[in-house]
């Protein structure tokens, strides 16, 4: 074998397995880089206004940025955490409560109504054992609610690790950012200009999604909450903390939340206030997530609500929770890839015409 061509098989071997190899370490640090990147890319204009105030004190103003991002995102999502880690033992066994009676007062609240006295006479005749079913059932319920409440303590304390290890990126993200970024553009680019542009309009649909998801978030948790103070349903800044959360979810993430609250005042008796409950959700939370959300995101950038809807569901499918964000910015800006290169290509076809 040549020795020219030996070498280059060589080099090509080794850069490969260094690629893999740092693929490897680095894949611990993926998500918090993610995180990192997305709150780095939505701020970055806030950091730069603190950055003119203090022009010769990069690092001052990427330290202040950081402490705003924990004390505005950060801290508010610790204390929910602590707020359901010291709560969870007393709601677990509201819970347990509730499933273990809610066999007797379903059957004393809907016993009036025509369709649940014909069920209980079907049990009667064929002589069902509707407690031990029920009890049965109660158990089985109770098992699944402690284990969905342990993976949900879980995830939000693991959430909480990661916020920290993308606050340490954040800092050189503000610091070192954009520098890193023009000066990748200008020696790998073949065309600087059109990278740049393509590296704005990334920020830009970024920024976009971001701040429309957030907002949408936080109304919809406003609104529940509210629901669900004039409902009288517990802790209901918690509750709606939840839904907030939830709502990362487009279309159904709400729902979640709310319709088994819902049942809970319904089982309860209180028809009235379920039902109220049920309506304001359906219709002012509802409006918030499928009118707001489009609204905020396509206020900043011009995006298809197509690609931020299949964004959201492809992403959290794949990614979980960062698929949120990920998903709608990486379908945007395939979206604009392509109306760029059709536009070209229109453009190129009206030149070519005599």
């Not at 993430?253 to 819902?262: C, F, S």
């Amino acid at each position: 074998m040549d020795r020219k061509l030996y070498l280059s098989i060589l080099a090509a071997l080794v850069t490969a397995a260094a690629v893999v190899l740092m693929t490897i370490l680095a894949a611990p640090i993926l998500k918090p880089l993610a995180w990192g990147l997305i709150i780095g890319v939505a701020t970055m204009p806030h950091y730069n206004r603190v950055l003119r105030r203090y022009p010769e004190h990069p690092d001052r103003s990427a330290g202040i940025m950081v402490l705003a991002v924990a004390i505005c995102f950060v801290l508010p999502v610790a204390a929910l955490v602590v707020t359901a880690a010291v709560n969870a033992p007393d709601w677990y066994r509201q819970v347990v409560q509730l499933v273990q009676t809610i066999g007797k007062t379903g059957t004393s609240n809907f016993g009036h109504l025509p369709v649940v006295q014909k069920i209980m006479g079907l049990v009667d005749r064929f002589n069902i054992d509707l407690a031990g079913l029920g009890g049965k059932i109660a158990s089985t319920s109770s098992t699944v609610v402690l284990g969905l409440a342990a993976d949900l303590a879980r995830n939000m304390f693991s959430f909480l690790g990661t916020l920290a290890i993308a606050l340490f990126i954040l800092y050189f993200i503000y610091r070192d950012g954009e520098r890193v970024v023009a000066a990748f553009i200008g020696r790998i680019a073949p065309d600087p200009r059109q990278a740049q542009l393509y590296a704005a309009q990334i920020r830009s649909i970024t920024t976009a999604v971001t701040v429309g998801t957030v907002l949408t978030c936080a109304t919809q948790g406003v609104l529940a909450g509210l629901g669900y103070w004039v409902a009288g349903v517990p802790a209901p800044i918690f509750c709606g903390a939840l839904t907030a959360i939830a709502a990362l979810v487009p279309v159904v993430g709400t729902g979640v939340v709310w319709v088994p609250l819902v049942a809970v005042l319904a089982l309860n008796g209180s028809y009235l206030a379920a039902g109220l409950l049920a309506a304001w959700c359906i219709v002012f939370v509802g409006i918030a997530d499928n009118a707001i959300r489009p609204l905020a995101i396509g206020a900043s950038s011009d995006i298809s609500t197509l690609a931020v809807v299949l964004g959201a569901i492809c992403g959290v499918v794949s990614m979980g929770l960062l698929g949120l964000i990920v998903g709608p910015v990486i379908f945007a800006v395939l979206f604009s890839l392509w109306d760029d290169a059709v536009a070209d290509a229109e453009a190129t076809d009206e030149g070519g015409v005599p």
